[in-house]
């Protein structure tokens, strides 16, 4: 793994007009032994990878897919062109005049298919990877009664990992709803629907249109980045960039947020009603479960926890220990990550009533031996560390 310092200028590289890089929320950044790489993983392009165990980013094989995004647990990668506010509009105007009907297309395929479909019809993004789950159920609640994936052969495409990321959501969407017992359908389609066709029109030629395809994508490219740097040079202003390192605060713990996404998506379940109460399984929340006989209460994972998902406590009468929200956890895994005794567990199941009710579990702690405040701590702990009484202050 980079070293965290060669890991914020990596990051930083990222940086551009389709993606923003919130740094401060990356689990590495906030941990330097945490092992979430899922954006490496899903990268479509190969602008994020791994060579021999070492970060690699290249940013001009960047394609703007924004698939890293929906698969960070942190939102620390924030898509653009478009950002969720577009995506989710386009969508409400494309139901607004298919009948309740959302068909959401890959540049590739609409590109192949251009003048034989409805533009007004068709959302289009440059991978199926773009889609999250916030988007789908927020079209739920809206009364959207179906939504359409429409793939171009992305089993043959270079671009694939985008549309397993695409199967994955779909797959989480659609076990969302059935909970809240939404029957909104979602499905990944090879074709475009008949209902967004042109009168008249019974296919395309793509192979006939290829050479155009490729043309109008080069250009479209061109003229976003040279937009974007044309803006900021009139404007004479730089990139605003967050600080390089996360600081922890007063209270013991590195700053906490809880991702847009995940607000609006539970705000989206939470107008669908009352689900069922039943144990879920899902890419998108996890169940925190401490054994206390490991456990040193060092309660570094509510340190580290990005969310405050687990935060501490302290009572009046000395008690200590951590409380955990399951509906604030995005499973990014910083607390197992740090536990140095490997006493947290990771649930993938959570109860779904538990997440609109803001359910909450205490895990007392035992006491530490040696508390912090107390001037004589650092004393104390290395006559525990070296089992020797012949430790001195100075």
């Not at 922890?248 to 700053?255: A, Q």
């Amino acid at each position: 793994m980079a070293h965290v310092t060669n890991f914020l200028g990596l990051l930083e590289q990222l940086q551009s007009a389709d993606i923003t890089v919130h740094q401060g929320r990356c689990a590495i950044v906030r941990n330097r032994n945490a092992t979430c790489m899922k954006c490496a993983d899903v990268c479509t392009s190969g602008c994020i990878s791994y060579d021999d165990n070492e970060l690699v980013i290249e940013p001009e094989r960047c394609i703007g897919c924004g698939t890293c995004a929906t698969v960070c647990p942190t939102c620390a990668l924030e898509a653009h062109r478009p950002n969720d506010a577009e995506l989710l509009q386009a969508c409400r105007a494309a139901a607004d005049v298919a009948d309740g009907q959302v068909v959401i297309a890959c540049d590739q395929l609409l590109a192949a298919a251009d003048g034989l479909y409805d533009p007004e019809k068709v959302v289009g993004v440059t991978c199926l990877g773009r889609v999250e789950e916030s988007l789908l159920v927020t079209l739920a609640a809206l009364g959207v009664r179906r939504v359409s994936l429409v793939q171009a052969r992305c089993a043959q495409c270079e671009h694939v990992s985008g549309f397993e990321m695409a199967r994955v959501v779909c797959d989480t969407a659609s076990a969302l709803l059935a909970t809240w017992n939404n029957d909104m359908r979602i499905d990944l389609a090879e074709k475009l629907p008949s209902s967004v066709r042109r009168a008249g029109d019974e296919g395309y030629d793509a192979s006939r249109r290829s050479f155009f395809s490729s043309m109008k994508d080069e250009a479209k490219n061109v003229a976003a980045v040279t937009a974007d740097y044309a803006v900021k040079d009139a404007l004479g202003v730089e990139e605003r960039r967050e600080p390089r390192f996360v600081k922890v605060g007063k209270d013991g713990t590195l700053p906490h947020f809880i991702p847009d996404r995940r607000e609006r998506l539970l705000a989206a379940l939470d107008s669908l009603g009352q689900p069922q109460d039943v144990l879920m399984d899902t890419r998108l929340w996890g169940h925190v479960i401490i054994d206390p006989e490991k456990c040193s209460s060092c309660q570094m994972c509510a340190t580290f926890c990005p969310t405050g998902a687990i935060a501490k406590y302290a009572g009046e009468d000395g008690s200590i220990g951590v409380t955990h929200r399951p509906v604030d956890c995005v499973k990014c895994r910083c607390c197992t990550d740090i536990c140095p005794e490997g006493a947290l567990e990771l649930s993938d199941e959570v109860f779904a009533v538990d997440l609109l009710s803001g359910a909450q579990e205490r895990y007392p702690m035992k006491p530490l031996k040696n508390p912090p405040g107390n001037p004589h701590q650092i004393w104390h702990s290395m006559k525990d560390l070296l089992n020797c009484d012949q430790v001195y202050e100075r």
